[in-house]
């Protein structure tokens, strides 16, 4: 059941930091959405900048970057989630402005395709046997974040608290922030 806003009537709130998880309606959308068992197909971040509403996001074709909340709703009315961020502050050592500022600095990097490449082979069913859980963070490397990827390390590293204990960064994908108790759904945003 979802709780239909807009925009104008959400803003105030929406928190630095809180998460954005959106529902996609292309072919490709639903590709990610089956192999990631959710209905969900994007991760972002909202941040307040001055008086002004930010989408911080790191998406497919553009990399990483910052546009207005209000283009987004406008581009996709009634397909945006917004998930409170750590709920009743069951995480007392988490640095909201430090998650923050890790999405503000990954502006301008490019998209992990290779990142969203590994997260789908391990939808495969051959490749599912041969492969083993991998719950290592520390294994980033040098590939450049996908969204979900992005968000997930947002929070495990600038804000200190993983979302996703048991899997990796780099293999979280919007289903899995969508199903973790640091986040609880507050209302979905619909078009002006």
Known sequence: MRCLVSLADAAS???????LLFRGRGVVSRLISVAGRSEYTHAARAAWWGASLFCLEVRE??????VTLASQVRRFPGAIDVFEVNPQRRWRNYDRAGAVQFMRQLAGCDYGYWGVGQAALRHLPLWRFLLSPESDDNRMGDQPP???HACAAADRIGGGVDPVPHLSDR????GDLA?????????TLEGE
């Not at 709130?13 to 998460?19: E, F, N």
């Not at 293999?171 to 919007?174: C, F, G, N």
């Open 13 to 19: 709130a929406i928190r630095d930091g809180d998460l």
């Open 61 to 66: 074709l553009k990399g990483g970057r910052a």
């Open 146 to 148: 996908f969204c979900s």
């Open 171 to 174: 293999l979280t994908e919007p």
């Open 179 to 187: 199903r973790s108790s640091f986040y609880r759904y507050r209302f």
